[in-house]
């Protein structure tokens, strides 16, 4: 089960105490009950949650996984599609992770701003295949190839992932004020412009409330602003890592006057 400290899949636990719930869980059920470490190939996260609801993975989480597979030999898998390319407002998500170091990471999505691409980055060793191990029918795309190549020097000659980290903790100031304000919002979480907005019947029951949320997403889009949800009850704020904080200010607004109409809705 993934650590979500604000929902922990070990009810009652919160912060610590869930990650080491789910660690334990790992090590000593899974690996003792369900499949021995050594049958292990390799473990695959990302280092935030995605379509799960935007989560961030616990520090404390990633380096006991990262030991786990340098104990029992399996390899570090890192999904990388969302979170890549300046996303978090870093390069890759996984350098929130000091020291924890992939031996496959997996990437898509961003690379090539629309365009079909992914690549699986590898240890060295990794990619010794021999010839014909491996092959595609549409790949070697050079107009895909060369989108992907101008997308990387946009990153960099426009300083997207600085921009990204930027805008992404003044987006995140704003989204705290809001739930400070409002309730049913229950948890605010994420990393540079990848934020989830979690709500909920109440902050004590924090029992989930998909009806608002969907509600919420409607009531944006009447005004002009186009929201995804993320797991069972949450937005995913995912914009453009050329927004400025004027166009913040601008969907903030929006999704506040969205937030009280759908509240008198639901």
Same mark, same amino acid.
């Given at each position: 089960?993934?650590?979500?400290? /604000?929902?922990?899949?070990?009810?009652?636990?919160?912060?610590?105490?869930?990650?080491?719930?789910? #660690?334990?869980?790992?090590?000593?059920?899974?690996?003792?009950?369900?499949?021995?470490?050594?049958?292990?190939?390799?473990?695959?996260?990302?280092?935030?949650?995605?379509?799960?609801? @935007?989560?961030?993975?616990?520090?404390?989480?990633?380096?006991?996984? *990262?030991?786990?597979?340098? &104990?029992?030999?399996?390899?570090?898998?890192?999904?990388? !599609?969302?979170?890549?390319? +300046?996303?978090?407002?870093?390069?890759?998500?996984?350098?929130?992770?000091?020291?924890?170091?992939?031996?496959?990471?997996?990437?898509?999505?961003?690379?090539?701003?629309?365009?079909?691409? +992914?690549?699986?980055?590898?240890?060295?060793?990794?990619?010794?295949?021999?010839?014909?191990?491996?092959?595609?029918? =549409?790949?070697?795309?050079?107009?895909?190839?060369?989108?992907?190549?101008?997308? =990387?020097? @946009?990153?960099?000659?426009?300083?997207?992932?600085?921009?990204?980290?930027?805008?992404?903790? *003044?987006?995140?100031?704003?989204?705290?004020?809001?739930?400070?304000? /409002?309730?049913?919002?229950?948890? !605010?979480?994420? &990393?540079?412009?990848?934020?989830?907005?979690?709500?909920?019947?109440?902050?004590?029951?924090?029992?989930? *409330?998909?009806?608002?949320?969907?509600?919420?997403?409607?009531?944006?889009?009447?005004?002009?602003?186009?929201?995804?949800?993320?797991?069972?009850?949450?937005?995913? #704020?995912?914009?453009?890592?050329? @927004?400025?904080?004027?166009? !913040?200010?601008?969907?903030?607004?929006? =999704?506040?006057?969205? @937030?009280?109409?759908?509240?008198?809705?639901?």
């Amino acid at each position: 089960p993934f650590p979500n400290t /604000y929902r922990c899949p070990f009810k009652g636990l919160e912060g610590d105490d869930c990650v080491e719930a789910v #660690i334990a869980y790992m090590e000593d059920f899974l690996f003792q009950h369900v499949v021995p470490p050594d049958e292990v190939a390799g473990v695959i996260v990302e280092p935030i949650l995605g379509a799960g609801g @935007i989560v961030p993975a616990p520090l404390k989480f990633m380096d006991a996984l *990262y030991k786990m597979s340098r &104990k029992y030999g399996f390899y570090l898998i890192v999904d990388e !599609v969302q979170t890549g390319f +300046g996303r978090t407002g870093k390069m890759w998500a996984i350098q929130y992770y000091d020291g924890v170091i992939p031996d496959v990471m997996t990437l898509s999505k961003a690379i090539a701003n629309g365009l079909p691409l +992914g690549a699986c980055v590898a240890r060295a060793e990794l990619l010794e295949w021999d010839p014909d191990s491996h092959e595609n029918t =549409l790949g070697a795309n050079p107009i895909v190839i060369s989108a992907a190549i101008a997308v =990387l020097d @946009i990153i960099k000659s426009e300083k997207l992932v600085e921009n990204a980290a930027r805008v992404g903790d *003044y987006f995140m100031k704003r989204l705290k004020e809001l739930q400070d304000k /409002y309730e049913p919002i229950g948890d !605010v979480r994420g &990393k540079g412009l990848m934020i989830g907005v979690e709500f909920v019947q109440s902050g004590d029951s924090r029992e989930l *409330y998909p009806k608002l949320r969907n509600l919420v997403i409607e009531e944006a889009f009447k005004r002009g602003l186009i929201i995804l949800g993320a797991g069972r009850s949450a937005l995913r #704020i995912q914009p453009p890592l050329v @927004i400025k904080k004027k166009h !913040v200010d601008i969907a903030l607004e929006i =999704l506040d006057k969205a @937030i009280d109409a759908a509240i008198k809705r639901a």
